[in-house]
Nanobody, 126 residues
Framework: QVQLVESGGGLVQTGESLRLSCGAS????????MGWFRQAPGKEREFVAAIRRTGGTPSYADSVKGRFTISKNNVENALYLQMNSLKPEDTARYYC???????????????????WGQGTQVTVSS
């Protein structure tokens, strides 16, 4: 069984930065494609960023491109999301997700992921 646990959320002001972490237990992340999603109150969960099992060039939602950076550290068995220049519209609960795969595709859809963390709240004040 794989468990994903997010941390690093909090309350920040517009323009500030946060770094989210997602620790994994149960399996090594070197066999996982990973992603970050977020869900704001009253809205559907949406894609934020994805990284291949093997790393390489990630994929980002247009709304975060140039501000957020996803990375995966297979030695630490963790996924990260560096969030810079935060805006009030980034306020949401952020979830990490993973799925074991042999291929190297970028997974951007919710239903492509088998494992989810419980989420961490990010609130950006104006």
């Amino acid at each position: 069984q794989v468990q994903l646990v997010e941390s690093g959320g909090g309350l920040v002001q517009t323009g500030e930065s946060l770094r989210l972490s997602c620790g994994a237990s149960g399996r090594s992340l070197n066999v996982f494609a990973m992603g970050w999603f977020r869900q704001a109150p009253g809205k559907e969960r949406e894609f934020v960023a994805a990284i291949r099992r093997t790393g390489g060039t990630p994929s980002y939602a247009d709304s975060v491109k140039g501000r957020f950076t996803i990375s995966k550290n297979n030695v630490e068995n963790a996924l990260y999301l560096q969030m810079n220049s935060l805006k009030p519209e980034d306020t949401a609960r952020y979830y990490c997700a993973g799925t074991m795969t042999l291929n190297t595709r970028l997974l951007t859809q919710l239903n492509e992921y088998d494992y989810w963390g419980q989420g961490t709240q990010v609130t950006v004040s104006s």
